[in-house]
């Protein structure tokens, strides 16, 4: 049974520092088996950032994350192991095909050549490349890139899937598949943390959302209920007021005219 009142994910307050600037103010996550959190904010406003700290890619100025209860800073390859990552690039080895690629990546978490074969098959099944296994990555558009990415992230069972802007410059058929897989994921109790600039996407994958800006939280609620809270119609006209963006349209509008 899947207990979905388990905290998977826990960042308390925070905190990134690059000499005098903060790229990240404060920023506290608790994410449930099975929930689904996205983030929203502008170019820059440290999504990346903040989700780097999550998975142990960059180092946590203050503050603390623990991943079903293992602190990733004191133990970051256990931590790893129950998360898989979909990062802004795909970070995919040219010098190997779609296999190799997954082969490898399931080396990392010494899974058995003979298991990670199996894995991978199965895995490149569920997203559609099962038939393009011995393709060089040249070879797929970007949207099989993705899912290439996706399938790479699967190996290990992560029971929480990073995703930092997934979808971004694909196509709207390869975007609803992709989008699609991961709603498969999150029926069977997969916990998904994605950043994301698509309302449409949020309102699609998102049971909570938290819009940020400069670094700092400008608030955070349940998708389907956030916008009426904040008196707009949907997640994006939320995020274009909160962020500021509508004052500045009035400007260049204005000086357009
Ligand atoms: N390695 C770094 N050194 C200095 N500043 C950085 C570094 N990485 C990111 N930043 C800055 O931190 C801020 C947040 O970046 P990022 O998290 O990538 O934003 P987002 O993903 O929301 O676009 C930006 O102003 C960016 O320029
Ligand atoms: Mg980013």
């Known amino acids: 049974m899947v207990n979905f009142e388990e905290i998977?994910?826990?960042?308390?307050?925070?905190?990134?520092?690059?000499?005098?600037?903060?790229?990240?103010?404060?920023?506290?996550?608790?994410l449930k088996k099975?929930?689904?959190?996205?983030?929203?904010?502008?170019?820059?406003?440290?999504?990346?950032?903040?989700?780097k700290m999550i998975y142990?890619?960059?180092?946590?100025?203050?503050?603390?994350?623990?991943?079903?209860?293992?602190?990733v800073e004191?133990?970051?390859?256990e931590a790893k192991r129950h998360i898989g990552v979909v990062m802004q690039d795909d970070l995919l080895d040219t010098s190997l095909n779609v296999m190799?690629?997954?082969?490898?990546?399931?080396?990392?978490?010494?899974?058995?050549w003979k298991l990670a074969k199996?894995?991978?098959?199965?895995l490149l099944k569920f997203v559609g490349l099962l038939n393009y296994q011995k393709k060089e990555i040249y070879e797929l558009s970007g949207g099989m890139r993705r899912r290439l990415v996706l399938?790479?992230?699967?190996?290990?069972?992560?029971?929480?899937?990073?995703?930092?802007?997934?979808?971004?410059?694909?196509?709207?058929?390869?975007?609803?598949?992709?989008?699609?897989?991961?709603?498969?994921?999150?029926?069977?109790?997969?916990?998904?943390?994605?950043?994301?600039?698509?309302?449409?996407?949020?309102e699609r994958l998102a049971d909570d959302v938290m819009i940020i800006n400069h670094g700092e939280k400008i608030v955070s609620g349940p998708t389907k209920l956030l916008?009426?809270?904040?008196?707009?119609?949907?997640?994006?006209?939320t995020y274009l007021g909160l962020t500021g963006y509508t004052k500045e349209h009035e400007e260049i509008e204005q000086t357009l005219s």
């Open 8 to 30: 998977v994910l826990t960042a308390d307050n925070l905190v990134k520092q690059y000499g005098t600037f903060f790229a990240v103010k404060n920023i506290s996550i608790q």
């Open 34 to 51: 099975g929930k689904s959190l996205a983030i929203l904010g502008p170019n820059g406003a440290g999504k990346s950032t903040t989700l």
């Open 56 to 71: 142990a890619t960059t180092a946590i100025t203050t503050g603390h994350v623990e991943i079903k209860g293992i602190d």
């Open 74 to 77: 004191t133990n970051p390859r």
């Open 100 to 112: 190799e690629n997954m082969v490898a990546h399931a080396i990392l978490f010494d899974i058995p």
């Open 118 to 122: 199996k894995k991978a098959e199965r």
């Open 151 to 202: 399938a790479r992230a699967l190996v290990n069972n992560p029971e929480l899937i990073i995703l930092d802007e997934p979808t971004t410059g694909l196509d709207i058929q390869s975007r609803h598949v992709f989008w699609n897989k991961l709603e498969q994921l999150k029926e069977k109790g997969v916990s998904i943390l994605i950043t994301s600039h698509y309302g449409e996407e949020i």
């Open 227 to 237: 916008p009426a809270q904040q008196g707009y119609g949907n997640i994006e006209e």
